[in-house]
């Protein structure tokens, strides 16, 4: 497995920006899909944006050209640039790392956007 450690996360008006890191504890070269994934009070886990060890991308539909996902393999680390933030973007943030065996969660980022 691999240890994973957000952050980045905050308070933001609507309009802003953050970036969130996602550090993990071992080389993610190797592994096969790193993503993003967001947790509102009440609602279901759900998906924010992966990124494929390929290059491959794939993005909510409520995120998509707002959000953009990248991964550092010389940091072992995952960042999430996201811009023109919403009120509707507030959740926890959690980075995941799967492929093989490994299917590992971070602790989480709380985002918060005012309006």
């Known amino acids: 497995q691999v240890q994973l450690v957000e952050s980045g996360g905050g308070l933001v008006q609507t309009g802003g920006s953050l970036r969130l890191s996602c550090a993990a504890s071992r080389s993610i070269f190797s592994i096969f899909r790193m993503g993003w994934y967001r947790q509102a009070p009440g609602k279901q886990r759900e998906l924010v944006a992966t990124?494929?060890?390929?290059?491959?991308?794939t993005y909510a539909d409520s995120v998509k050209g707002r959000f953009t996902i990248s991964r550092d393999n010389a940091r072992n680390t995952v960042y999430l640039q996201m811009n023109s933030l919403k009120p509707e973007d507030t959740a926890v943030y959690y980075c995941n790392a799967f492929g093989g065996a490994i299917n590992s969660w971070g602790q989480g980022t709380q985002v918060t956007v005012s309006s």
């Open positions: 990124l494929t060890n390929g290059g491959t991308t």
